[in-house]
């Protein structure tokens, strides 16, 4: 088999994008998965036929047009598991895990602690029992995690860490949640390869931000140790438009 490419790409929104570039993206990046975020979508509400190949694997939110994850993968998974077994974290299709032959894919919609910081203790939960779900999973085989964890890991994740400090998605709680999944052995694919400032996966609408690349890096593909060998590539679709986010991916060997 050779190199295998994955994309992962909030969307803010399927239907959305779908009117806009997505089925065009889909066909000129062709990888073997593309895992989406945000869809705020159920599949019955997508009237759509995925380019010849791909199958689509679904976990949407039970509040409609409300989050929700999905899988577009070329290869059949061995099985696919909606949620990580929490109640309270599993009603808003936040967490979507294939399992293939040799790993975990797990496609994840971390929960924003909102502008208030009215979810950081939400979301400090969400992060200990993630972790321990990802360690859970990394007893039986190693895992590709991907998607949007609304936090900038380091100050050089961002274009304004100093005044960011307090806010949503770089208070020190969140920023030590990122740190319990790199201590569970993941590594972040992104900064295997790049360890330079000023590359950005979103942008906020106001203020001509993604023009000036004023950002954040908040969606990541991370990968247990024992893959790291297999690592050919890790990159950001700066370019890509249509959402407030772009893509990112990795390539495997």
């Given at each position: 088999?050779?190199?295998?490419?994955?994309?992962?790409?909030?969307?803010?929104?399927?239907?959305?994008?779908?009117?806009?570039?997505?089925?065009?993206?889909?066909?000129?990046?062709?990888?073997?998965?593309?895992?989406?975020?945000?869809?705020?979508?159920?599949?019955?509400?997508?009237?759509?036929?995925?380019?010849?190949?791909?199958?689509?694997?679904?976990?949407?939110?039970?509040?409609?047009?409300?989050?929700?994850?999905?899988?577009?993968?070329?290869?059949?998974?061995?099985?696919?598991?909606?949620?990580?077994?929490?109640?309270?974290?599993?009603?808003?299709?936040?967490?979507?895990?294939?399992?293939?032959?040799?790993?975990?894919?797990?496609?994840?919609?971390?929960?924003?602690?909102?502008?208030?910081?009215?979810?950081?203790?939400?979301?400090?939960?969400?992060?200990?029992?993630?972790?321990?779900?990802?360690?859970?999973?990394?007893?039986?085989?190693?895992?590709?995690?991907?998607?949007?964890?609304?936090?900038?890991?380091?100050?050089?994740?961002?274009?304004?860490?100093?005044?960011?400090?307090?806010?949503?998605?770089?208070?020190?709680?969140?920023?030590?949640?990122?740190?319990?999944?790199?201590?569970?052995?993941?590594?972040?694919?992104?900064?295997?390869?790049?360890?330079?400032?000023?590359?950005?996966?979103?942008?906020?609408?106001?203020?001509?931000?993604?023009?000036?690349?004023?950002?954040?890096?908040i969606d990541y593909f991370l990968v247990s140790m024992g893959l790291r060998v297999r690592l050919r590539k890790a990159f950001i679709l700066g370019e890509v438009t249509g959402s407030d986010h772009c893509p990112v991916g990795i390539e495997l060997g």
């Open positions: 088999m050779g190199a295998v490419k994955l994309l992962s790409w909030n969307v803010n929104g399927l239907r959305a994008v779908l009117r806009k570039n997505f089925m065009a993206f889909l066909e000129a990046e062709a990888p073997d998965v593309l895992c989406v975020q945000e869809t705020k979508a159920a599949p019955g509400d997508v009237d759509v036929l995925w380019p010849s190949g791909y199958r689509a694997y679904w976990n949407s939110a039970e509040k409609k047009g409300y989050s929700g994850t999905c899988i577009l993968s070329r290869h059949k998974p061995l099985r696919v598991m909606t949620g990580m077994g929490v109640e309270e974290h599993d009603r808003e299709g936040r967490l979507l895990t294939a399992e293939f032959e040799d790993h975990f894919l797990v496609n994840v919609y971390v929960p924003n602690a909102q502008r208030e910081l009215t979810r950081l203790a939400y979301r400090q939960r969400w992060d200990a029992d993630f972790a321990r779900y990802l360690a859970g999973l990394q007893a039986s085989k190693p895992v590709v995690l991907c998607g949007d964890m609304n936090v900038a890991h380091r100050e050089i994740d961002l274009t304004h860490p100093k005044a960011n400090v307090r806010n949503h998605g770089f208070t020190p709680e969140e920023r030590a949640g990122f740190e319990g999944l790199l201590g569970v052995g993941m590594v972040d694919t992104f900064r295997e390869f790049e360890q330079g400032g000023g590359h950005y996966t979103w942008w906020s609408p106001m203020n001509r931000a993604r023009e000036r690349n004023v950002g954040w890096r």
